[in-house]
């Protein structure tokens, strides 16, 4: 087995899970050492792959003794690894969670949406953007690259996962206590999101929609700004609903072309590395569909009977895929 390069930090996460399924499958591997973060207990043994592997304590021996950390547990965790990194550490941070996103050092990575010759910065703390942002900015930039856009409008339809395993499990328990009329719990969404969506949470959601709303808008500024193909496209106006999905994102997206080049060029132009275009004759898209599938799928491309310069468009995204899949480009750039 290959020496253990790069530490995970909550590998028993939705996200720290993806990443190990993503370097066990590897080509070559990505060897991982397995930190503990949250409720995971230190010296549970586990599996990497096909090759037994311990969890190891949080600390600061075992975080030096790797080349790359990635933070894939909670804001929590990720905040006292940071902590034990302190301000110059010996070892490359990135970060899926945020924790150190307002931090001078850290730079918003995306790497599916970067130039090949985008210029790396091992010192800095590398967060990886939103899902949400990397789906939206490969769309986005692609279009742009063929056929200027004039405005575009997105609705973004958000799954449970994005809140770990508390959110999928609250959505689960909600759903069994409607059909048995029972009361529902709420600890992470504070209202009901069985079979219902939402614009927005509770007022005592520990973490508010807008948030995430906002920190997508942030994100997706930043990589739409970003040189190389596709760049200057404008920012959309976006809103985020909540659905009562358990994994995978969904996008409703209208865009108006400075000149409309028909849904055969647009699927022809599309069609590129990390996107799947689903031309007509194929089912469109779906969450379900694209779980565990790399990039983003793009179908359901119509015209506005209304706005002859226009195009709706649905994609389709696996949020936990695409955020491990960059997390990963990136520490293998970094190792």
């Not at 929609?209 to 760049?231: K, N, T, V, W, Y």
């Not at 990390?274 to 179908?299: F, K, M, T």
Request: with cysteine; net charge negative.
């Amino acid at each position: 087995m290959l020496s253990p390069e790069i530490a995970l930090v909550g590998s028993e996460s939705l996200l720290g899970r993806e990443i190990r399924d993503l370097a066990a499958t590897a080509d070559p591997p990505l060897p991982l050492r397995l930190i503990a973060a949250d409720e995971e207990k230190s010296g549970t043994l586990t599996r990497l792959g096909d090759e037994p592997a311990i969890v190891e304590p949080l600390d600061l021996d075992t975080l030096s003794e790797s080349r790359a950390v990635l933070l894939a547990g909670s804001i929590e965790s990720s905040r006292a690894a940071l902590e034990l990194a302190g301000e110059s550490p010996d070892f490359a941070i990135v970060d899926l969670t945020y924790a150190a996103e307002e931090r001078a050092d850290a730079r918003l990575r995306a790497p599916m949406v970067e130039a090949e010759d985008e210029p790396i910065e091992p010192s800095a703390i590398h967060v990886i953007a939103h899902p949400a942002a990397i789906a939206l900015a490969l769309f986005l930039r692609r279009l742009q690259f063929h056929d200027p856009i004039r405005r575009s409008v997105i609705q973004i339809f958000a799954p449970a996962s994005e809140h770990g395993v508390k959110g999928v499990e609250e959505l689960q328990d909600q759903t069994v206590s409607l059909l048995s009329f029972k009361s529902l719990p709420q600890a992470v969404f504070d209202a009901q999101i069985g079979f219902t969506m939402l614009p927005k949470y509770g007022v005592e959601a520990p973490a508010p929609l807008e948030e995430s709303e906002l920190r997508i808008e942030r994100h997706l500024a930043s990589l739409l700004g970003l040189p190389g193909e596709g760049d200057g496209a404008p920012m959309p106006s976006l809103r985020l609903i909540q659905a009562p999905v358990f994994h995978g994102y969904s996008f409703s997206a209208w865009v108006e072309f400075e000149e409309n080049p028909g849904v055969e060029a647009l699927e022809n132009g599309l069609a590129f590395g990390a996107i799947d275009v689903r031309s007509g004759e194929l089912d469109p898209p779906n969450n379900v569909g694209q779980a565990g599938q790399n990039g983003i799928s793009i179908g359901a491309i119509a015209p506005d009977r209304n706005e002859p310069e226009a195009c709706w468009f649905w994609l389709a995204a696996d949020n936990l895929r695409l955020a491990a899949e960059n997390a990963v480009m990136v520490a293998r750039q970094l190792v």
